[in-house]
C-alpha cells in the first residue's frame, strides 16, 4: 500500500460532540459508540478539512501505509447513508405548480413591530421571501440572487428565543429537515441554487443531533463543487439553545492550511 497523509482520531480525548462527523464531506467519519471512527482509509482524501473543527484536539494528520483515496467508493458510500422519501406524485411538487401557495413572493421589507404582535425582547417577522422549504424553492427565485443566503434545520428556530433578529434579518431562508428529507435532493438542488444566484455568503444553522449534520455536508460539497469562493459559516444550536459558530473554508483554502 502506498505511504501517504490520513487522519488519526486519538479516542481518548474524543468526547464523540460529532463535529468533524458534519466537517468531513466525504464521510469518512462516524460516531461509534459515542466516538469519532474513520469507517474507512479509501474514505479519506487526508487534507485534514474536519482538524479545525474537533474541539478536543483529538485528530492529526499522519503519514502512513493506508490504501488510496477511492472518490467512487465515496460517492457510492455517500448515497448508500441517504434515506430515500417515500414515493410522491409528481404533479404535486413539480415546482410549485400543484400549491398555489408557493409561489415565490419576495417582500420589499420586513413588517415593523407595529404591525404585528410581538414576543417579549423580540422585534417584527424578518421573513422577507416565500417559500422558505428548500424543497419548494425554485433555483432561479428572484429573492437567492446575490444574496446571503441562511440554510437552516427547521428544528433551530424553536431552540433560537431570538432567531429571526440573529439569524434571519437580512437573509434569503432556506429550511429543510436532513433526517426525513432526501439529502441527494438537497446536494443537488443546492448546486442548481449556488449556480444560478450565485450568493454573497452562506450560512448554515444547524442542530447538535448527529443526524443534522447532514445539512451542512450537503452545503459545503455544493459549494465546493460549484462555487468554492463563497464563504459559509456553520452554527450547531444546541438543543437548550446555545451556540458553537464555526467559519468552513472553501476546497482550496484547506489545502492551503
Known sequence: MPVRDIIRIDEDKCDG???????????????????????????????????GDCPQGAITIEKREAAPFNEAAVAQHLASQQVQPQPIKLNTMAG?????GSAPRSFEAPPT???????QGGGGSQLRQWPVQLMLVPPHAPYLKDADILICADCVPFAVPDFH?????????????PKLDDLQYYLEKLKQIFAQATPRRITVLKMEVPCCSGIAQATKMA????????????????VRGDIDMHHAPGPDQAKAM
Not at 19 to 41: F, M, N, P, R, T
Not at 96 to 100: I, M, S, Y
Open 113 to 119: 413591530p407595529a404591525a404585528r404582535p410581538t414576543t
Open 223 to 238: 459549494r465546493d463543487e460549484v462555487a468554492p469562493d463563497i464563504p459559509i459559516d456553520v452554527h450547531t444550536v444546541g
Open 96 to 100: 410549485h405548480g400543484g400549491c398555489p
Open 17 to 51: 460532540c460529532g463535529d468533524c462527523v458534519s466537517a468531513c464531506a466525504e464521510g469518512a467519519i462516524q460516531l461509534v459508540d459515542g466516538k469519532a471512527k474513520l469507517v474507512s482509509e479509501v474514505y479519506c482524501d487526508g487534507l485534514g478539512a474536519c482538524i
Open 165 to 177: 433578529s440573529r439569524f434571519l434579518a437580512g437573509r434569503a431562508l432556506l429550511v429543510g429537515c
